[in-house]
């Protein structure tokens, strides 16, 4: 009765733990949920009052026109040589990885992934029939060049997350992103550069974007405001290659028709006053989040595990030493009250080393110490 | 570069009329808008200080869970047996063909619809690579019953939108529901019924739905909050046959991961007092437009087209008595300052007769009589 990609559709494994984490009591390091307290909260009474809201009718499928100005000139601000011509409002960046799924991927499509790469990011392009090629990204050095530009060889499409992946939480220095870019224009192939944990740097600005690198290869890049302001607004956007925009706008027409206007109002008023002072304020709450994990590791799990101190994002990427039924030791935890995510659900082949995606920036201080704590009882 | 199936995202004809309608001073019967008047204008500054507003963080794939709720109370009024369970919201149902599509549609999968049938519907079904079954929708009969049996006994899918279709305007009765519902039984193909309109009944309540008659047919039933309160909050949902609902909600999951809760929280306070006031308040509007509508293609177009008088929904269907190039038409009209959408964008093939489809909804009586004077003026 179905389609045959509903077979690709990928167990519910990674939904059934955030639904376990989210019960009252456990301390989540498995999700990717921003702090509660970073969250923005707009005041809609001002909004009502300042001005006439005109975001009720039918709008535009590429999305309201000053957003699409104010997210063209942030970008210009990076490095990315654009106009508001190539913006296109997402409903959430999850949108934009739907939508480029769709523009180049059938059966057979080979990508290029990191691994590990963002799983929702798989998934989507899994269901749409792409064979992948992962490149290993180490949490110290990044993707190897040689087999980065081997995979290259054969790929029609790349998918990188260079500024504090999700999960590894790399982010990819000036010179690896020449390299990659100069490899991309050399081999022709399109990139997906998706941006989402930018803003989200605790210790110095991010290099720019790969896509403003490249010199003839076809890019999409996106990012997203779930991370600096609220993602229940769900918006995101893509900014893109000219050659690609049309398409890319014909897909989300036929997908949603356009995003929600209020939200874009809302995100518009945040970028024209408040956006950066608000991240500004948000930074300590995550930098502290990040330290107490960095802290509890030390602790509790030191003699165990590696890891790298994430210089942005939202996560710990920790490697065990030696091999661990992580898929065992998550339901372990839960009974224990403490949900993790087996970090093999981020590759698209079995990895190498047992390793885990630790979430900080949703645990306070005090329910990181204990987590970690419960974790370790675990494990010895 | 890109997937097979952008070959087939269709020409952006109807882009290119919207377009051009929406330029200052053109009467435009082409699109399909609410009136401004009619638009929901939630108050939010009473939403911001009624209540702690609790819509920023991520939320639920399938939707608030109050909503739901709300929404299977209403469609269990309607005649439709459900569980808040089977409800998924959407942004705006426009998704929800989209995600209806990526469950039972690839290449070479047959889906019945009507001829004509809801554009942007066929255009999604043929991105994902269906094969047309299309079934004639007389506008005074409907679908002649046994055509439709033939086209089912071929059908993996079957697409109606029974209620004030757009763009014929024709409403299924009961006793037509009834035999339609039992012959997809007898078939056991699914059933996606499309209901945006039924709210919008100028001379009395709209029949149950399909979906509520069938007995072993899986099914999707699907509405809109865009005609009934605001499109730009974009957001409808579906309801769906049980065994279908986990493979939605992951679909759903993949496309945007869920749909804005700002949104949800206004409808749900619609919802919860005020809808069917609001719509109360409306109809009279939309009830006076198609009047003058209608008297106005009796004075100017009396003698060369037929049409029925719509009991619902936004649209007249104008079917020419002799041929006419309604392309030709359309470019003259929009030189003369009025859009309008012809008729053959709504065929999967070519029509057996010239028509057009006039839009009323969206015009105050006066344009309405002045665009359909210009339009006479052009035929003769």
């Not at 087999?147 to 220095?173: D, H």
């Not at 996106?222 to 918006?235: E, I, N």
């Not at 065990?320 to 970090?343: C, N, R, S, Y």
């Not at 329910?367 to 970690?372: L, P, Q, R, S």
Request: aromatic fraction near 8%; include cysteine; glycine fraction near 6%.
């Amino acid at each position: 009765m179905f389609a045959k990609r509903i077979e690709r559709l990928t167990s519910s494994l990674v939904r059934d733990i955030l639904a376990a984490a989210s019960r009252p009591g456990v301390i989540s390091f498995a999700g990717g949920l921003p702090a509660e307290e970073a969250l923005y909260r707009p005041d809609l009474a001002q909004v009502q009052s300042a001005q006439q809201l005109n975001c009720w009718q039918y709008g535009q499928t590429e999305g309201e026109p000053q957003l699409r100005e104010a997210i063209a000139a942030e970008a210009r601000a990076l490095g990315i040589a654009c106009e508001a011509s190539q913006v296109l409002v997402l409903s959430g960046s999850q949108q934009g990885i739907d939508l480029v799924s769709k523009l180049f991927i059938e059966e057979g499509t080979r990508v290029l992934v990191e691994a590990p790469a963002y799983l929702a990011a798989v998934q989507s392009f899994r269901l749409f029939g792409a064979d992948f090629l992962p490149v290993t990204v180490d949490p110290t050095a990044g993707p190897d060049n040689q087999s980065f530009k081997v995979a290259l060889e054969q790929a029609q499409l790349a998918y990188l997350t260079p500024t504090f992946q999700n999960p590894s939480g790399y982010c990819y220095p000036d010179e690896q992103r020449d390299r990659i870019a100069a490899a991309l224009d050399t081999a022709g192939v399109p990139l997906f550069e998706d941006d989402p944990y930018r803003e989200l740097a605790f210790d110095g600005a991010a290099p720019q974007p790969i896509v403003g690198r490249l010199k003839h290869a076809p890019w999409v890049y996106q990012g997203s405001f779930s991370k600096t302001l609220a993602p229940g607004l769900r918006l995101g956007f893509l900014i893109a290659h000219p050659i690609l925009v049309p398409h890319l706008t014909r897909l989300k027409q036929a997908a949603d028709l356009h995003s929600n206007r209020l939200s874009q109002h809302l995100i518009l008023q945040a970028l024209q006053g408040g956006l950066h002072e608000h991240v500004a304020q948000i930074l300590p709450i995550y930098r502290e989040r990040r330290d107490a994990m960095h802290v509890a590791l030390q602790r509790h799990l030191g003699d165990l595990v590696t890891w790298q101190k994430p210089v942005g994002g939202l996560f710990f990427w920790v490697q065990f030493k030696q091999p661990v039924d992580t898929h065992a030791l998550m339901k372990q935890a839960l009974e224990a009250g403490v949900a993790i995510m087996p970090g093999d659900a981020f590759y698209t082949e079995k990895p190498a080393l047992s390793c885990l995606r630790l979430n900080f920036s949703h645990s306070t201080p005090q329910d990181i110490e204990e987590g970690m704590a419960r974790l370790a009882s675990l494990l010895r």
